[in-house]
């Protein structure tokens, strides 16, 4: 499993590709208190059912608050058969918003 920072996804979300999409397994809750502009919110524990959706794309870059329901939601996607997914492990929403990153609400 590939694993990147989140300081990594935010050097190419600005360049990112149509065909690459920021998935956000944090709760819907979370995700309205702000996210990363364009980003698509699934719960961690749901992502197993949008497999066959996200095959489509070139990479998926999955994230969270820290890390851990990313690396949880990656390893489901990828047991999935999914090999585009890009596990934004190291890091999350809560650095983005410390490093005063944009967020969208």
Do not use: F
């Amino acid at each position: 499993m590939e694993i990147i920072s989140i300081d990594e996804l935010h050097e190419v979300v600005e360049n990112m590709g149509d065909n690459n999409l920021i998935l956000d397994v944090r709760s819907a809750e979370e995700y309205s208190a702000g996210h990363i502009k364009g980003s698509q919110n699934t719960p961690h524990e749901e992502v197993s059912g949008i497999s066959s959706d996200l095959n489509g794309y070139d990479k998926v870059y999955v994230h969270c608050k820290m890390g851990g329901r990313a690396k949880v939601a990656s390893e489901a996607l990828i047991n999935s058969g999914l090999d585009n997914i890009v596990c934004v492990g190291n890091g999350g929403m809560e650095r983005w918003k410390e490093m005063g990153w944009p967020v969208q609400q």
